[in-house]
């Protein structure tokens, strides 16, 4: 099969606001505006922007979750926003979601094995006892264990939970993972884990990742292309290596020019007052 | 004598689960115009060590050690003593501006209120006063949206308008939680950037408390590495930056991607995760989670060693990180194959 993995054409997207005079027509918010990308199987895609920039109403679009507006997403060749709903259901094994915060996106009240299972569930078509089997290899592959199926979600910490919200993403074996700012809501070394197990899993599962980030280190780990979206287009799109040392859209660079470096720098001199002891 | 001298500070906190310690031994001083870091993942005590200089924790709360503020012992404090400095000589700003700004007062009486309570201004005094405040910290049009309620305001001019209510009164010491997190980048720069123009102009100490060591570099003099309750390196911020020597430390730099990493190596992590503060072992925090972990630092809490002047480090196991640093090969970023401990 030649179709891309994702092909995303000229994708818009409007909100209508509320009526705020009786007469005239109400306002429109061009959330996205003409987005156009391709995500090749094993060349996983950041998308980089700030808040308000479209990157949440993208991946809602690419799930399908919600109506463009006009344009199209293509996974695999097949239009996602004009398949019926029992194809559509049939084609979302190929495409996963994690989500940004992992307090919020499992239930409390369901055990880990129900939650990993449930889009298998939803699949409708595979046996308890093998989706039980399933849950297990999921979670062994995020590096927990079979027997914490029976547990609930408040047993694990922040990490761990992200590591269950990834091996639900894995069970139906996708072909594309939308991340959603998988660890910005992660301490730092914990992080690290994270980033290094999705990276585990390109490798070992080919999964393609569109990841969605603010965070241009996160994005320049793991990813091949990077698109920079910035009031509901993309301004700027390429290898990470060029994008973030030869930038050429004015945004682009102002976004890298803004992430603190981690090397103190020559501050501007305190008028009087300097601290004592700290040698300068 | 300092603005800000805390010594030998505990915390311990009542929980279902039983006491927590969660701050530990933590002394630490501030001079007047100082800035200093505080940096640490979640659950280091960072935030509990703000809430005790402000007077804001939890009823139940077990305070013992000192806390001086300009030669005044804050632990004593009544609550209506505390009111009066509270806002007044310390200011505060917070993560979240939206949870910290009042929804449904108007953005003028919440910058005024202080300056009333404090300060006795009249209304109209303080209305004055709180637009040139607004205008300062850069509110386009301060006299026309003096009425106008947070919801109105983006993320970074709401946290614009919190800096300008923490700054009404002319605190001697301003304390930034997170004052960033929760705003963009290119937001950030022009936050962080306002936040040490006034430091600097108003001869304000500053305490900031960030997770982000880039924002710690280039904002503060001086910083705390937290863990566990402790703190575990001490010192100006541009000798732990190049000399760090705890292993925490080390491990939470080497865990950061860095924009000019290599895709695909991995980043180093640090095996395990952050401790809850109910369940600390008795020694050294980091006991466990690291490498260099011998039977001694279970033991007792490491004292503070001086590595340089005014650089501490807690940790006894000081040499074998040094010879490590020091051995031709990078052993380093290859720590981290090991598995998170579930």
Same mark, same amino acid.
């Given at each position: 099969?030649?179709?891309?993995?994702?092909?995303?054409?000229?994708?818009?997207?409007?909100?209508?606001?509320?009526?705020?005079?009786?007469?005239?027509?109400?306002? =429109?918010?061009?959330?996205?505006?003409?987005?156009?990308?391709?995500?090749?199987?094993?060349?996983?895609? %950041?998308?980089? %922007?700030?808040?308000?920039?479209?990157?949440?109403?993208?991946?809602?679009?690419?799930?399908?979750?919600? #109506?463009?507006?006009?344009?199209?997403? =293509?996974?695999?060749?097949?239009?996602?926003?004009?398949?019926?709903?029992?194809?559509?259901?049939?084609?979302?094994?190929?495409?996963?979601?994690?989500?940004?915060?992992?307090?919020?996106?499992?239930?409390?009240? #369901?055990?880990?094995?129900?939650?990993?299972?449930?889009?298998?569930?939803?699949?409708?078509?595979?046996?308890?006892?093998?989706?039980?089997?399933?849950?297990?290899?999921?979670?062994?592959?995020? %590096?927990?264990?079979?027997?914490?199926?029976?547990?609930?979600?408040?047993?694990?910490?922040?990490?761990?939970?992200?590591?269950?919200?990834?091996?639900?993403?894995?069970?139906?074996?996708?072909?594309?993972?939308?991340?959603?700012?998988?660890?910005?809501?992660?301490?730092?070394?914990? #992080?690290?884990?994270?980033?290094?197990?999705?990276?585990?899993? #390109?490798?070992?599962?080919?999964?393609?990742?569109?990841?969605?980030?603010?965070?241009?280190?996160?994005?320049?780990?793991?990813?091949?292309?990077?698109?920079?979206?910035?009031?509901?287009?993309?301004?700027?799109?390429?290898?990470?290596?060029?994008?973030?040392?030869?930038?050429?859209?004015?945004?682009?660079?102002?976004?890298?020019?803004?992430?603190? =470096?981690?090397?103190?720098?020559?501050?501007?001199?305190?008028?009087?007052?300097?601290?004592?002891?700290?040698?300068? | 004598?300092?603005?800000?001298?805390?010594?030998?500070?505990? $915390?311990?906190?009542?929980?279902?689960?039983?006491?927590?310690?969660?701050?530990?031994?933590?002394?630490?001083?501030?001079?007047?115009?100082?800035?200093?870091?505080? $940096?640490?993942?979640?659950?280091?005590?960072?935030?509990?060590?703000?809430?005790?200089?402000?007077?804001?924790?939890?009823?139940?709360?077990?305070?013992?050690?000192?806390?001086?503020?300009?030669?005044?012992?804050?632990? /004593?404090?009544?609550?209506?003593?505390?009111?009066?400095?509270?806002?007044?000589?310390?200011? !505060?700003?917070?993560?979240?501006?939206?949870?910290?700004?009042?929804?449904?007062?108007?953005?003028?009486?919440?910058?005024?209120?202080?300056?009333?309570?404090?300060?006795?201004?009249?209304?109209?005094?303080?209305?004055?006063?709180?637009?040139?405040?607004?205008?300062?910290?850069? +509110?386009?049009?301060?006299?026309?949206?003096?009425? /106008?309620?947070?919801?109105?305001?983006?993320?970074?001019?709401?946290?614009?308008?919190? +800096?300008? !209510?923490?700054?009404?009164?002319?605190?001697?010491?301003? +304390?930034?939680?997170?004052?960033?997190?929760?705003?963009?980048?290119? +937001?950030?720069?022009?936050?962080?950037?306002?936040?040490?123009?006034?430091?600097?102009?108003?001869? !304000?100490?500053?305490?900031?408390?960030?997770?982000?060591?880039?924002?710690?570099?280039?904002?503060?003099? *001086?910083?705390?590495?937290?863990?566990?309750?402790?703190?575990?390196?001490?010192?100006?911020?541009? /000798?732990?930056?190049?000399?760090?020597?705890?292993?925490?430390?080390?491990?939470?730099?080497?865990?950061?991607?860095?924009?000019?990493?290599?895709?695909?190596?991995?980043?180093?992590?640090?095996?395990?995760?952050?401790?809850?503060?109910?369940?600390?072992?008795?020694?050294? &925090?980091? /006991?466990?989670?690291?490498?260099?972990?011998? &039977?001694?630092?279970?033991?007792? $809490?490491?004292?503070?060693?001086?590595?340089?002047?005014?650089?501490?480090? *807690?940790?006894?196991?000081?040499?074998?990180?040094?010879?490590?640093?020091?051995?031709?090969?990078?052993?380093?970023?290859?720590?981290? *194959?090991?598995?998170?401990?579930?």
């Amino acid at each position: 099969m030649n179709a891309p993995l994702l092909q995303v054409e000229n994708l818009v997207r409007e909100y209508t606001m509320p009526r705020e005079r009786l007469l005239e027509p109400p306002h =429109k918010v061009h959330a996205l505006n003409g987005v156009s990308f391709v995500i090749e199987a094993g060349r996983s895609m %950041g998308i980089v %922007g700030e808040s308000g920039s479209g990157k949440s109403t993208l991946a809602r679009l690419v799930m399908a979750l919600d #109506q463009p507006t006009s344009g199209s997403v =293509k996974l695999l060749g097949r239009d996602l926003h004009a398949l019926p709903r029992e194809q559509l259901r049939q084609a979302r094994r190929d495409i996963q979601m994690v989500f940004q915060d992992p307090y919020g996106s499992l239930d409390p009240r #369901q055990t880990i094995e129900r939650i990993v299972t449930e889009p298998l569930a939803a699949q409708g078509d595979t046996a308890r006892a093998e989706q039980h089997r399933r849950a297990a290899d999921a979670v062994t592959s995020v %590096g927990l264990r079979a027997n914490d199926l029976r547990k609930y979600p408040h047993e694990f910490s922040g990490g761990q939970r992200q590591r269950i919200a990834i091996a639900r993403a894995l069970i139906t074996r996708p072909r594309l993972i939308v991340a959603d700012e998988p660890v910005s809501a992660l301490d730092v070394s914990v #992080q690290a884990q994270v980033l290094n197990l999705m990276q585990d899993l #390109q490798a070992e599962f080919g999964i393609t990742y569109m990841l969605i980030s603010h965070d241009l280190a996160v994005v320049r780990h793991l990813c091949d292309d990077v698109a920079v979206l910035w009031q509901g287009r993309i301004v700027e799109q390429g290898p990470p290596e060029r994008l973030f040392s030869a930038a050429e859209h004015p945004y682009t660079r102002a976004l890298l020019e803004a992430v603190p =470096k981690a090397e103190p720098a020559r501050r501007k001199a305190r008028p009087s007052g300097l601290p004592h002891g700290t040698g300068r | 004598m300092p603005l800000l001298e805390v010594s030998n500070l505990h $915390v311990r906190l009542h929980t279902h689960r039983g006491p927590a310690y969660a701050v530990r031994d933590v002394s630490f001083t501030l001079e007047r115009g100082e800035t200093l870091g505080l $940096v640490g993942e979640s659950g280091c005590g960072k935030s509990i060590t703000v809430m005790a200089l402000m007077g804001l924790l939890p009823e139940s709360a077990q305070v013992t050690g000192s806390i001086r503020f300009d030669g005044q012992e804050l632990t /004593a404090k009544s609550d209506p003593q505390m009111c009066e400095i509270r806002g007044n000589r310390i200011g !505060m700003i917070f993560q979240e501006p939206m949870t910290a700004l009042n929804p449904v007062h108007s953005i003028g009486r919440q910058v005024a209120e202080p300056l009333r309570l404090h300060r006795g201004l009249s209304a109209s005094a303080a209305r004055k006063e709180a637009i040139s405040l607004l205008d300062r910290v850069g +509110i386009p049009q301060a006299a026309r949206r003096i009425d /106008a309620y947070p919801h109105q305001f983006s993320g970074g001019q709401r946290q614009r308008v919190t +800096i300008a !209510m923490a700054l009404a009164c002319g605190p001697d010491l301003l +304390i930034a939680d997170e004052p960033t997190t929760a705003l963009d980048v290119t +937001i950030q720069q022009q936050i962080l950037e306002l936040i040490s123009d006034l430091v600097a102009e108003r001869g !304000m100490a500053l305490m900031l408390i960030s997770h982000d060591l880039g924002v710690i570099a280039q904002n503060v003099a *001086r910083m705390l590495v937290m863990y566990g309750g402790s703190v575990v390196e001490s010192g100006p911020t541009e /000798a732990v930056f190049a000399h760090r020597m705890h292993p925490y430390t080390l491990g939470l730099f080497a865990a950061r991607p860095g924009l000019l990493s290599q895709k695909g190596r991995k980043l180093a992590t640090i095996a395990g995760s952050v401790p809850e503060l109910v369940d600390l072992p008795a020694g050294c &925090p980091f /006991a466990g989670r690291c490498r260099f972990t011998i &039977p001694e630092c279970h033991v007792t $809490v490491p004292p503070p060693h001086q590595v340089e002047p005014g650089h501490h480090v *807690r940790c006894i196991r000081l040499e074998a990180v040094a010879a490590e640093k020091a051995a031709p090969t990078p052993t380093l970023p290859r720590e981290g *194959r090991e598995e998170e401990a579930a």
